[in-house]
């Protein structure tokens, strides 16, 4: 069948027709059409630039594979996704993704995926000029994939796992940063602080911030330096002790084996809101927890292109309370229910009850001295990216 001259004449010159036909192609897509000729790659150009929603995927379902159930939803989502990450945030539960080996009577051991093999085998699914920080912890709490409203769920044993995937957004600047405990040095670098927006950065409005190897003498104390630098009114500061950080790409990998120190996001941009708070020992029950809830709802953050952060205590969770599963979570989702919500079970919690409202004045909820260290407590964190 000979081609039609019309429409050949209307796909290679009428701009608008081709850009509403490209509008259903998902990312991937829509980056090899974007080869076909210089107009399809200039309608694909505009194409991406509009999209500046955050996406995800997630799992909570156990695979049979030498790869983590992530890595292999992953690799099929990331076929569908309407956005080009610059960004990814991922946290997978720390037993299945670093792995093990089973041991059998009479048998050789079964060889099993290690961590630093998954995290190699997750970035490369990705974009080669995408920005990657990932942590293992001993649960996690995911979305499923795609649904806003979807039922966040606490997976506090199994394999599960999400990947946030940022594309670039106008008026937001997302960085990863990385701070390690130098036993030559007891000072931390000012330029480093700098050079991750932590440090004569007006716009920085959010940080998330985590922990690892937390254990090791002198954590806590560098842990201490680096949180009370940036307990400042005008910021929220969310985020807990994991297990460990398994991918940073902008890392120069110069830090010693075995060490402990901090690693995290800072989320800067006039047009970013945020709010966070913080569930103690008093909440035993989904009538406090949704009381607590109700406090996060009242700092009236805009919940378009939201999205929702549970940093929790592993002591917390159905043990705390009384075999009742998802409570937290159940309660975030009444009064957020187009929020999705993302976090992890580790061995302590950082963040406090804040509010950095849209005209960017705080309402403090007490005049003293925040306490941003805690142990069996959850803090949850709304960010709006505008």
């Not at 030559?184 to 409005?205: H, M, T, Y």
């Not at 919500?341 to 302590?348: A, D, K, P, T, V």
Request: contains cysteine; charged residues 25%; neutral net charge.
């Amino acid at each position: 069948m000979e081609p039609d001259p019309k429409a050949f004449y209307v796909l290679s010159n009428l701009a608008e027709v081709v850009e509403r036909i490209l509008a259903f192609l998902p990312t991937k897509a829509l980056l090899r059409a974007a080869c076909v000729c210089r107009l399809w790659r200039e309608c694909s150009r505009r194409l991406l630039r509009n999209r500046q929603s955050f996406a995800w995927v997630s799992t909570a379902e156990s695979v049979s594979s030498n790869n983590h159930a992530l890595v292999q939803v992953l690799e099929v989502e990331l076929e569908k996704v309407q956005v080009l990450p610059q960004m990814v945030f991922y946290i997978a539960d720390a037993e299945t993704f670093s792995g093990h080996e089973d041991h059998c009577r009479g048998q050789k051991k079964a060889r099993r995926r290690n961590s630093k093999e998954t995290a190699i085998a997750l970035e490369k699914l990705l974009p080669k000029r995408c920005q990657v920080l990932g942590l293992v912890t001993p649960g996690t709490v995911v979305t499923p994939t795609g649904s806003r409203s979807g039922q966040p769920l606490e997976v506090e044993d199994g394999e599960a796992g999400f990947a946030l995937l940022f594309p670039k957004m106008d008026g937001v600047k997302i960085q990863t940063f990385h701070f390690f405990k130098d036993p030559k040095s007891k000072v931390i670098d000012e330029n480093q602080f700098a050079e991750a927006g932590l440090k004569n950065n007006p716009d920085l409005r959010v940080v998330l911030l985590f922990g690892y190897n937390t254990w090791k003498s002198g954590a806590t104390r560098f842990l201490h330096q680096i949180v009370n630098r940036l307990n400042e009114k005008s910021i929220i500061l969310a985020g807990g002790h994991v297990d460990s950080f398994t991918s940073l790409t902008s890392e120069n990998n110069s830090q010693p084996a075995e060490s402990c120190g901090v690693v995290g996001l800072t989320f800067s941009g006039p047009q970013i809101q945020s709010a966070a708070v913080l569930l103690d020992q008093d909440v035993v029950d989904e009538k406090t927890a949704e009381a607590a809830m109700q406090r996060l709802k009242a700092a009236s953050i805009p919940e378009h292109n939201t999205v929702a952060f549970m940093f929790a205590c592993v002591g917390r969770g159905y043990q705390h309370y009384k075999t009742k599963r998802n409570l937290e979570a159940d309660a975030f989702r009444k009064l957020f229910p187009s929020v999705p919500l993302f976090g992890f079970f580790g061995h302590g919690e950082i963040g406090c009850d804040r509010i950095v409202t849209g005209n960017f004045i705080l309402r403090e909820c007490n005049n003293v001295k925040d306490d941003l260290l805690h142990g069996y407590t959850t803090v949850m964190t709304l960010i709006h990216l505008g």
